[in-house]
């Protein structure tokens, strides 16, 4: 038997085992070549998978390293005996090496997958073969059979008989913080609303990293349900919220790989909702050449698997698609995204019309799931709530509740103009572009980094003109991302 | 900039990064969400899976720790100044892509995607995501491509203009080492036989771990090549001689998921028999219900698979569809099976008949590679050279080249027999399940534990008649491997 020790290593949601290569019970080796081991101990079997240690001042010969996701996992105090063995076959892979093999797959098969990857019973290379199997087709029952297995597997939250909203656009649209408007202006209404939001990986922001600038957003389910239960709503970052340990596992292998299939992305964002306790949801699907979504047929076929298994699961279901052809608002970028915000609920003159008005829309088809609004009447209760001042003190209510930031408004001070080559009327604008610019230029790291848009899609220009401004708070990103602009500004005109 | 560290773990061929959490350059868990990272420094670039680390001990603030493999293929001295950054995107992950949404590769693909798996540029989830891809379809010129790309990235062997041969069983029939007595035939008869086998993973021996009963086994390619050089052939264990750089990656991605294709399996045999520099190789595919081959048909397909990918790499290849409806020679385990192979070199009476029988017959299929053979030939200079001790001779000189091992022949000394519960003739015998007791009894962990095959199919029995005996070194396991033979003894009689 060895002792069971900690090993402060984050694998990143992998379990991991470490043996000594000097343990004189177990042949390093031997395990090793199998890859998989099983720690069994205190009437515990967990699978690991194994590294092998060299130096005495990691682990001893007679201790059995966990890393830090594995010993929580395993639950034992430090010190215990424990010893390893031969991994007995995990049953739930059976099911994913005929999923490999082109099999539909049962509800049941679906639960028991997920029940071990949320467990951390895969190894992050079963976990891929898990996605990559399902990549290559899935019923539209087996998205409903995997969200609901998802579902299940986290702490779902209750709300007593309210009726609870939810809004979520599938994303790619760079400055589209539609969130910030509509949660505050659905409580003002008196709906509802548990908001978690992601934060950028590849983005220049994402709704966490800009609600930030205003309040705190690292907050756990408990403190997020006492803040909804007090103001109404909230807007958290969903990343400590962990709503959905399946997902928070899968995502970490689906990022690298970039598979990005409709498939899990209907059953990544309904599962959360579902825990989240949302009985209507509003779903936004920008369609544009350079949004996630390029054309209205594929818009189509996301929308009908939306349908169908947010219906099945009872999720009343309400989705727009949207215009993706170019960025929402001005700013894009933590700081510069947090104004224009800022700037539609305290009603400034200046504001960006398109934020206000793809906010009162999505805000206007959640006011509509309250049955004593009538139909068509909720974009006039919205704008209502907006105009007289209510939805501001609502978003005061929640940053107060959440606890205010003291982070500045000001954008970063290094600033570069990228300016129109010729004459003409700017008739498109790549989203993907201007995020990569505003990324390069620091954001998110760099909050008051990013980019300012002075043109739009429709506005006539001069040779000369600014389209936009970089701001940046290194001179050597400013550098860069200036470099990538005078390459393709991201702006086309004619 | 950070001060490189080499942490002393293995991670069995996978890139791993260790970070510290309180990194005051770098902010660790930003970059772990992204999963790899880049570590760049002395003009070098190599991507790598990012752990974080807590504990000082391990790794402090100012330092990068590599794993044992990533730091021998970044190649840098310890205490140099590197630095991390977001990772480009690895090219051929593109490809990989691709194969996922179903296009065939083309043969550079294959050849970036093997280059960067050998060059450990991938983690482990990214060779899963290859190898399920590949799993859904793979054309026979994607096979082609896939060896050659294999190959291409070992170290090719080279004998001058000596006729090289070699030999190789798709494995799975307990008992069947017949390498062991094929390359003493055919060294005796002047070829050359550069042979290398696998150590046992999930099976009861491979042939290095029976040959090791007899001699050192783990030998590197250059001692490979002098002993070659010597005595005309060798049996040495492959782990070591690392012919194939991308199939050790792969195998450990293969294994714990059992990804166990024909594509797979063509490539990755063709392409070490290429780097090993052999010209003419003999193929063993037994078939049988417990065999990895079920029936012809199926044999017939990998028969024309390995036709067209040899075919096309110039090797000329001589495939014999073998019975493989039963274990082969009495012992199961490695001191069994190495007093069995001996028996056989020695011509004793008791010698198992069909272990000699099937080495003749691939022995005599090499030897007819020797152009002044006569067709039909080969079998009968084989048995000459049996029957005259000239093998025995070579293999004596085989076992002095590698270094005789000083481990006894005797099986170990528990043993316990399984008898007939009803009279009849033995029609089948079970080879997954004798595999399975041989394990459980301790093969081959303890060399001398295993399984001894009494009787085999054909013979007549009565109940109470013993049908093979159990071996086991710890009590414990004798119990656990008669329990199971208890419960299905694997023989079929009626």
Chains 1, 2 share one sequence.
């Not at 205190?42 to 594995?70: C, F, H, K, W, Y």
């Not at 019923?139 to 299940?152: C, F, H, I, K, Y």
Request: charged content about 25%.
């Amino acid at each position: 038997m060895l002792k069971l020790k900690r090993i402060a290593i984050d694998t990143h949601r992998e379990s991991i085992a470490y043996l000594s290569r000097h343990c004189s019970q177990f042949k390093a080796e031997e395990f090793q070549a199998l890859e998989r081991i099983e720690v069994c101990g205190a009437a515990r079997r967990m699978p690991a998978t194994l590294n092998i240690v060299d130096d005495p001042q990691i682990l001893d010969a007679d201790e059995l390293g966990l890393s830090e996701a594995a010993f929580d996992a395993f639950g034992q105090a430090a010190g215990i005996l424990v010893s390893i063995q031969h991994p007995r076959p995990v049953e739930s892979l059976e099911a994913v090496r005929a999923k490999i093999q082109g099999y539909e797959l049962s509800p049941e098969q679906y639960a028991s997958i997920i029940r071990d990857i949320a467990g951390l019973h895969y190894s992050k290379m079963e976990v891929a073969a898990f996605l990559v199997g399902c990549a290559g087709f899935m019923t539209s029952n087996e998205v409903l059979s995997l969200t609901r297995a998802m579902a299940d597997v986290g702490r779902r939250l209750e709300w007593g008989h309210r009726l609870v909203v939810d809004k979520h656009c599938i994303g790619g649209i760079p400055g589209n913080r539609t969130s910030m408007i509509v949660v505050p202006i659905v409580v003002a209404h008196g709906l509802t609303i548990p908001k978690t939001s992601s934060r950028a990986i590849t983005s220049p922001a994402g709704t966490a990293d800009t609600m930030e600038i205003l309040a705190r957003v690292d907050i756990g389910i408990d403190e997020m349900r006492g803040i909804v239960d007090k103001v109404g709503g909230c807007l958290v970052w969903g990343g400590r919220v962990n709503l959905s340990p399946a997902d928070d596992v899968m995502i970490t292998v689906e990022r690298p790989l970039r598979i990005d299939t409709r498939e899990q992305m209907v059953a990544s964002i309904l599962s959360k909702k579902l825990t989240a306790g949302a009985s209507h949801l509003v779903l936004d699907i920008p369609v544009g050449p350079t949004a996630k979504v390029r054309n209205t047929a594929e818009a189509a076929r996301l929308r009908k698997l939306f349908e169908h298994v947010g219906g099945q699961l009872g999720l009343s279901l309400d989705i727009r698609i949207t215009d993706g052809r170019q960025p929402i608002g001005r700013g894009v970028g933590p700081v510069l995204e947090a104004r224009d915000v800022m700037a539609v609920l305290r009603n400034d003159a200046a504001a960006p019309d398109d934020l206000r008005d793809r906010s009162l829309l999505l805000a206007g088809a959640l006011i509509e799931s309250d049955i004593s609004v009538k139909g068509g009447h909720g974009i006039h209760r919205a704008r209502e709530l907006l105009v007289s001042g209510a939805a501001m003190k609502a978003m005061e209510q929640i940053i107060q509740a959440q606890g205010p930031s003291n982070l500045t408004l000001e954008p970063s001070s290094s600033g570069r103009e990228v300016v129109a080559a010729n004459d003409g009327v700017v008739h498109e604008i790549d989203c993907l572009r201007i995020a990569q610019i505003a990324r390069v230029a620091g954001a998110p790291m760099f909050k008051g980094a990013g980019v300012d848009l002075i043109c739009k899609t429709g506005d006539t220009v001069h040779r000369g003109d600014p389209l936009y401004r970089i701001h940046a708070t290194l001179e050597s990103d400013l550098g860069f991302a200036a470099d990538l602009a005078a390459e393709d500004p991201g702006y086309g005109i004619r």
